[in-house]
């Protein structure tokens, strides 16, 4: 049986702002791997402890997106009870430093 995959505020702020970061709404390209990131996102549904948890939070795990310098971490906790994916943040995955509130 799949898991939910719901997408927190935070993380939906973090969409829209990379789609006007990447500028997807004049790049096929940008468009096309802003929706493979989306896409990646919704695998979670199926095997959502297959990523490694965060080095930030125990609790947290993350899926990695793209190739450097363009690597995204999709930030995200299971709750396996409710067989759900809650999808908290979405950052670059490099040069950065993650505060991760929840």
Not at 25 to 32: E, G, K, T
Not at 59 to 81: A, C, D, Q
């Amino acid at each position: 049986m799949a898991y939910l995959v719901r997408i927190a505020a935070r993380a939906e702020r973090d969409l829209a702002s990379l789609y006007q970061q990447i500028d997807a709404p004049n790049s096929v390209a940008a468009r096309r791997w802003y929706q493979g990131l989306k896409q990646a996102m919704m695998t979670l549904a199926n095997r959502p402890n297959r990523c490694p948890v965060t080095p930030e939070k125990k609790t947290l795990r993350h899926l990695l997106y793209g190739e450097k310098p363009y690597l995204y971490r999709i930030i995200y906790r299971v709750n396996s009870r409710r067989r759900q994916v809650d999808v908290l943040h979405i950052r670059h995955g490099q040069g950065e430093s993650f505060v991760l509130l929840t």
